[in-house]
């Protein structure tokens, strides 16, 4: 699956938030964005998942050539895309279980109920979840790690072709960033699905091997290139 962002425009709230971003990720690719806050990160990540508060004014996307501007969420989600939110909602009374579990049929994934749980339990354990937490409401009453951990839990069950992670390291501890690492690269080798990853800072990208560096800044991709453009924004930042 490849996924194609062609020159795209987005306004939030009447204002031009992305002016003229464009990105194409193959499968199996890690692609990283990067830039400072209220560049337009969240913004692209959300649209290209279909937000329906955004606009997107000019520009496509595309699925393996096929325009989804117009496609519903939900419709982009069973053509194969996964979005990780930056900040996860609390969702009282829906639980984890039964909500992963009516997902992954949704997207035509036949698994027998067991089955099921068998991989669920071992992705938590590979996710130092503790398995009382999978029993209980989704993120509700959760830490910024653990909801971190269940958005991770999510992509690892539903398998998506293409996924947008939104800052899957904010907020978390030196070993919370290493386990979601891990896993991240886990999943890519297992299923070869391409993934965005945003992020503000280098460290998650420490236990990574990324193929692509985007630096986004004042709703444009600004700088392009390998590994080496983490090291330059480290020693000089981005306001160079």
Do not use: C, W
């Amino acid at each position: 699956m490849r996924l194609e962002i062609e020159n795209l425009h987005i306004n939030a709230d009447e204002k031009e938030i992305v002016k003229g971003v464009s990105l194409k990720i193959g499968e199996g690719e890690l692609h990283v964005l990067m830039g400072p806050n209220g560049s337009g990160k969240s913004t692209l990540a959300k649209a290209v998942m279909g937000h329906p508060l955004l606009s997107v004014t000019s520009g496509d996307i595309r699925i393996d050539g096929k325009s989804i501007r117009n496609a519903r969420p939900d419709e982009r989600a069973r053509l194969g895309l996964f979005l990780e939110f930056q900040n996860p909602a609390e969702i009282e009374g829906l639980g984890i279980i039964s909500f992963l579990n009516t997902a992954r049929g949704s997207l035509g994934n036949s698994m027998h109920f067991r089955d099921f749980m068998k991989e669920v339990k071992e992705r938590s354990a590979g996710l130092a979840l503790k398995e009382e937490l999978i029993g209980r409401s989704l993120n509700h009453g959760f830490s910024g790690g653990e909801k971190k951990k269940v958005e991770v839990l999510q992509m690892a069950v539903l398998k998506p072709k293409i996924a947008i992670l939104d800052e899957p390291d904010s907020g978390l501890d030196v070993d919370s960033v290493r386990v979601i690492a891990e896993n991240i690269n886990r999943l890519r080798k297992e299923t070869s699905m391409g993934i965005l990853l945003i992020t503000h800072y280098s460290r998650i990208l420490n236990y990574m091997e990324p193929g692509f560096i985007h630096v986004m800044k004042d709703g444009r991709i600004v700088k392009e290139g390998g590994r080496e453009l983490i090291k330059e924004i480290e020693e000089r930042g981005y306001s160079e």
